[in-house]
């Protein structure tokens, strides 16, 4: 370390980061690392930056003062490693460095930067030190304002910070020799000096202002968090211990950071093309459907917008959504896209499908990124060989405060958050979601959807817990300046209207009754104006599926048994696992050749699961052909209805509502094979009765029961469906779903009162509990009070269902040794799990005490285990597993 000349700045005494004993300089000076930090946020807000230019708008501050007041503001990020406390945890021994004082840590840096500055503001403020314009306003009055300024960059670790009772003496020091205030005051004096913040005093004192900033201020975390990782990044931003001016230092973080931007993709936002055709994206000539001609021709709005398809299975509808997202691009309206899907099988098909059409968005020299983001995605074989190499390991000070390098390994090993960043990411809707719940690093996820396009399909499955999360999320985006697109096959209408109520709160204007009851329809809805359009329809999907009612699981059996005595493949789909398991053992018994039976559900471990969904696809799919088609049986859950592009020639359901079943009847003879008998959907449902009594499902039908506990569900889908015959689409589309879900109490049997009374309770409690968990996004990033909605303890989810799911890892033994179910793979650990409800799991045997230790072995080997429950089958009396079966809790 060179002699420090006294003319040096003292705050060159204090280390950002460290790593002592390493080849060339040991630490990283603060300054440096803040100048770091901030570079990447300055190339980032860059005045023709689609972001800055967004941010500049509703703030009503022009582009460059407004990147130089947030990227002064985003070099103060880290003022709480001023602490002596955070400088004694580096364990440098250099000399002239910040001496120790035994201060402990014992708090992490970020909070002590809230206590820094709440200390000294005022003061800086009066001497000059932070550039305030001559114009004064009060300090009490400022006090809110400044509070939610500072938020988003104190808060860069993820969640908000608040200083609560921490007292500034224990952690800050002046003994005579160096002022820990002082210095950092000095920094921060120098700074503001190089870089001329301009505070919008005046904007401050504005409430409406302070609202809009509030509102921004999700986005600007994210943007100082993604600055914050960058800027640590030690491949462009090596260590140095040298002290200089800051001004000699600015130019060289200035150059590092459009290397890293480069190097990491984002370096400039891709170059949308204009929509010119289906013909372009498709080699030879390719006729739109009637949706995607209406996609082609409607007129714009200025601004957010949202477009609800609504249309038949087969009707186009994400290549209507592709087309109404380019022109959205092209039109300025975004700059990447986010496909947000129902399940991680959907995704995974929709990331494979979107290989090289996203390209088509993009010009030739943009090469967007294409990033797949869900729970599993590291078993999609398409995207690990799309994932690029990740950083080497860095600095680990403390298990209090986490590097933020260490933070970015991290975060760059979990794709999930990186998706929503990418030009074009696709996964599940979950993830969109979590940039509303009080997870760490949402932030993040807000940022990545800030100025996408974001397409949702299958709105309609979303239960009303969900769909309060997407309410909020959609006002949100809103706010922030983005579009949507819905895509669903059924939707009812009172849920159509709390959509677009939801987008019109977010725009602030009023919102309007929807009149339109046509079906297909394309909803656009803007600030100006909502516009129902009817849609035609493809005269190829129009369809007409035959109801035929079956009264017992023998009838059932007995008309599975007659398709395949007649070569044709059947599913049956139901609407338990044990049920299906049930089916699947009387089939087998009975199928001249069992091997073409196959069970299919959710309890299996992946490595069954993904080999089953492939011998479905394998069996049912497209590309199946006649031979292999032949006498062929699936016995299922709703997995077949979510998940595959599959159909078959005939179908038994048991009986669910009415939407579930269109989306069932759609795998029914949904692919074109030649000359087939008329589709028939073959329900198993209790006798009908007119006054049914309150078992009247529960009776024969106790598992369909447990499922849907709101028993008039089903009996309105049952009534609907005897009283049309069939499900006809789209003519009847209507009709069918709004007789079951706009059905008055009053044409109720009193038999079901009860159940229903409970269910409307059930879903006002799934409101309450959504918006208890939600964040408040017009609040602001910040804390709120005493309540931390971050705390981790705090157990909160995308997804509420009447039980919490448990992870369970199948164990074997191998020899004297305890091994994964799944040996020799990369993602063993991965593959040898399956998901349980809590009161399943409760059911299997615990692991024997003399298996303890090589448990902890197999953890400390695979660290994901640290959070799943195993499980040995092979100790089991009454639980068991098989690959053909999945988890059943008798033995068979």
Not at 500 to 525: I, K, M
Not at 621 to 631: C, D, I, Y
Not at 639 to 652: H, I, N, P, R, T
Not at 786 to 797: A, H, I, L
Request: glycine content about 6%; aromatic content about 8%.
């Amino acid at each position: 370390m060179p002699t420090r000349s006294s003319r040096l700045p003292v705050y060159h005494r204090y280390a950002g980061k460290a790593l002592p004993g390493q080849a060339g300089d040991a630490c990283h000076l603060l300054a440096w690392h803040s100048l770091d930090v901030a570079a990447v946020g300055w190339q980032l807000l860059a005045p023709e930056r689609p972001l800055t230019k967004q941010l500049a708008a509703q703030l009503g501050i022009e582009p460059e003062p407004l990147r130089q007041l947030m990227v002064f503001l985003l070099g103060l990020h880290d003022l709480g490693k001023f602490s002596r406390a955070f400088q004694e945890v580096l364990k440098l021994s250099l000399d002239g460095m910040a001496p120790p004082q035994g201060k402990p840590y014992q708090q992490r840096h970020d909070r002590l930067g809230v206590l820094l500055w709440d200390a000294c503001w005022k003061a800086w403020r009066k001497e000059g030190v932070l550039h305030w314009p001559e114009r004064e306003a009060p300090a009490r009055k400022l006090l809110e304002p400044i509070d939610s300024l500072m938020a988003p960059f104190f808060g860069h670790h993820g969640r908000p910070v608040a200083t609560g009772q921490l007292a500034f003496a224990d952690f800050f020091v002046n003994d005579g020799e160096l002022d820990d205030a002082v210095a950092a005051g000095s920094f921060v004096a120098d700074w503001a000096a190089l870089v001329e913040p301009d505070w919008p005093v005046e904007k401050l004192l504005d409430e409406e202002w302070l609202a809009r900033f509030k509102t921004l201020s999700w986005t600007i975390a994210g943007w100082a968090t993604l600055s914050d990782w960058l800027g640590s990044h030690r491949d462009y931003f090596p260590y140095c211990q040298k002290a200089m001016a800051l001004g000699d230092y600015w130019p060289k973080a200035l150059f590092q950071a459009e290397a890293v931007l480069r190097a990491t993709g984002f370096g400039r936002p891709p170059t949308p093309t204009p929509y010119a055709g289906l013909d372009q994206w498709f080699a030879g000539k390719v006729t739109p459907t009637p949706l995607q001609k209406k996609a082609e021709d409607l007129p714009l709005q200025a601004g957010p917008q949202l477009f609800i398809l609504e249309d038949v299975t087969g009707a186009g509808k994400t290549e209507a959504a592709c087309i109404l997202a380019q022109r959205l691009l092209a039109a300025g309206h975004g700059e990447g896209l986010y496909f947000a899907l129902p399940t991680m099988a959907t995704s995974n098909a929709m990331y494979a499908r979107l290989g090289n059409l996203h390209h088509h968005f993009y010009s030739s020299a943009s090469k967007p990124s294409l990033v797949l983001a869900h729970g599993a995605r590291e078993l999609n074989e398409d995207f690990e060989r799309a994932v690029t190499a990740t950083q080497p390991e860095n600095d680990d000070y403390d298990a209090l405060d986490a590097s933020a390098s260490t933070q970015c390994n991290r975060w760059l090993a979990d794709s999930n958050k990186k998706a929503l960043l990418a030009d074009v990411g696709v996964g599940t809707i979950d993830q969109a979601l979590m940039g509303g719940l009080p997870f760490r690093h949402q932030s993040m996820r807000l940022l990545g959807l800030a100025r996408k396009v974001l397409i949702i399909d299958e709105v309609h499955a979303f239960d009303h817990y969900m769909q309060t999360l997407l309410h909020q999320l959609l006002a949100h985006h809103a706010r922030q300046g983005g579009s949507v697109i819905l895509l669903t096959a059924t939707l009812p209408h009172a849920m159509r209207e709390s959509l677009t109520a939801a987008w019109r709160h977010g725009l602030g204007v009023e919102t309007s009754p929807l009149e339109a009851h046509d079906y297909p329809l394309l909803t656009h809805c803007g600030r100006s104006a909502t516009h129902e359009v009817p849609v035609k329809t493809r005269p190829e999907v129009a369809r007409r599926v035959a109801v035929d009612w079956l009264e017992s699981e023998d009838e059932a059996i007995e008309r599975v048994l007659a398709a395949v005595e007649a070569g044709e493949c059947i599913v049956w789909v139901r609407n338990t696992v044990d049920d299906a398991i049930r089916a699947f053992q009387q089939l087998r018994e009975h199928h001249p050749e069992p091997e073409r039976c196959l069970l299919f559900h959710a309890r299996f471990a992946m490595l069954d699961r993904q080999r089953i969904e492939s011998e479905v696809i394998r069996r049912f799919g497209k590309e199946s052909t006649p031979s292999l088609r032949r006498g062929q049986v699936i016995v299922t859950t709703q997995v077949f209805q979510e998940s595959l592009d599959c159909d078959a020639d005939q179908m038994v359901s048991d009986i669910a509502p009415i939407d579930l079943l269109i989306q069932r009847a759609g795998r029914l003879q949904r692919h074109q094979r030649g000359e087939r008998s008329a589709p028939v959907l073959q329900v198993l449902a209790p006798a009908w009765s007119d006054t049914p009594d309150v078992d009247w499902l529960s009776q024969a039908h106790r598992g369909t029961q447990a499922v849907y506990k709101d028993t008039s569900l089903i009996w309105l889908t049952q009534r609907v469906l005897r009283e049309q015959g069939a499900i006809t689409m789209p003519g009847e589309a209507r009709s069918l779903i709004e007789g079951v879900y706009a059905a008055s109490t009053e044409d109720l049997p009193e038999a079901f009162d009860l159940a229903h009374f409970e269910r409307t309770g059930m879903d006002k409690y799934a409101v309450s509990v959504a918006t208890h968990n939600a964040l408040n996004l017009e609040d602001g990033y910040r804390l709120n009070g005493d309540f931390d909605p971050w705390q981790e303890e705090r157990e909160m989810g995308t997804r509420l269902s009447d039980e919490q799911s448990v992870e369970v890892v199948l164990l074997k033994r191998r020899e004297d040794e305890l091994v994964l179910w799944v040996e020799d793979h990369r993602h063993a650990d991965r593959l040898s799990r399956c998901r349980l409800t809590e009161s399943q799991a409760r059911k299997l045997a615990q692991l024997p005490e003399r298996y303890t230790e090589q448990w902890e072995t197999l953890q400390q080997r695979h660290r994901g285990l640290r959070f799943v429950q195993p499980w040995l089958p092979e100790e089991e009396d009454t639980c068991g597993y098989d690959a053909q079966w999945g988890v059943s809790f008798e033995q068979k």
